[in-house]
């Protein structure tokens, strides 16, 4: 069965400073998609950065990107310049396009003033 | 477009009452999923739907769950009877697309049973 594993529950990070949240997973497929998924305090989910597998560049967007290792099986998001509003849960997910995506169990990120 | 819309976004009943939570897709998604939240479980996919047709409902946790999705804009997930153990926060996402794409969270339901 597809897993996903966060092995930080929590994380914190000094405002401005960059942080680097850890994702493994574990997948059979050639094929498949990574996402990153933010939950602020308001609890309304929304899509950070995605990922597909076949492609070696690592996806960014502004101030987020991943370091995406596919031998290693590690999809992790790194957050430079870290503001007050990037507090909140981060889900990694992997999915095919023929399967549901599978969440990982979160990472809290607290950002400090 | 207004986006995933759920109601209601908090309800507190009774344990043994019925509980409807409702759900309207993003329209064009061809995919409705919803989730359970809880601190301690994290969050769980219950059941998902394609073209109204459930497709996986093996998250159910028992019978007394129970999902619908009559037309393709508009879905149901009805609790009953309802348990304490059911208090937890129940989100709604659509997508256009199964595991690859996107998917577009509503702002969840958070449900107390006492």
Redesign the interface.
């Known amino acids: 069965a597809q897993t996903v594993t966060q092995s930080q529950p929590e994380m914190s990070v000094q405002e401005a400073e960059t942080v680097t949240l850890s994702c493994t997973y574990d997948t059979s497929e050639s094929d498949y998609y990574l996402f990153w998924y933010k939950q602020p305090p308001s609890r309304q989910m929304i899509l950070v950065i995605r990922q597909e597998a076949y492609k070696q560049q690592n996806a960014t967007e502004n101030r987020f990107s991943v370091n995406f290792q596919k031998a290693a099986k590690s999809f992790s998001l790194k957050i430079s310049d870290s503001q007050l509003g990037d507090a909140a849960m981060y889900f990694c997910a992997e999915g095919t396009s023929y399967d549901k995506v599978i969440f990982g169990p979160g990472t809290s990120l607290s950002v400090i003033p | 477009d207004a986006g995933v819309i759920q109601s209601p976004r908090h309800e507190v009943t009774e344990m043994g009452q019925e509980v409807t939570l409702r759900c309207k897709p993003i329209s064009g998604h061809d995919y409705l ?1 919803w989730y359970r939240q809880t601190m301690m479980r ?2 769980e ?1 219950l059941i ?1 739907f394609n073209n109204n047709v459930p497709i ?1 409902d093996s998250g159910m946790p028992e019978d007394r769950f129970s999902a619908k999705m009559p037309n393709a804009s508009f879905s149901t997930l009805k609790i009953q009877p309802s348990e304490p153990r059911d208090s937890a ?1 129940y ?1 709604c ?1 659509s997508s256009p ?4 794409r ?2 577009y ?1 509503g ?2 339901t958070r449900l107390t049973v006492t």
């Open positions: 999923f994290g969050l996919l998902y996986d926060v989100f996402a697309g199964q595991g690859y996107e998917q969270f702002p969840g």
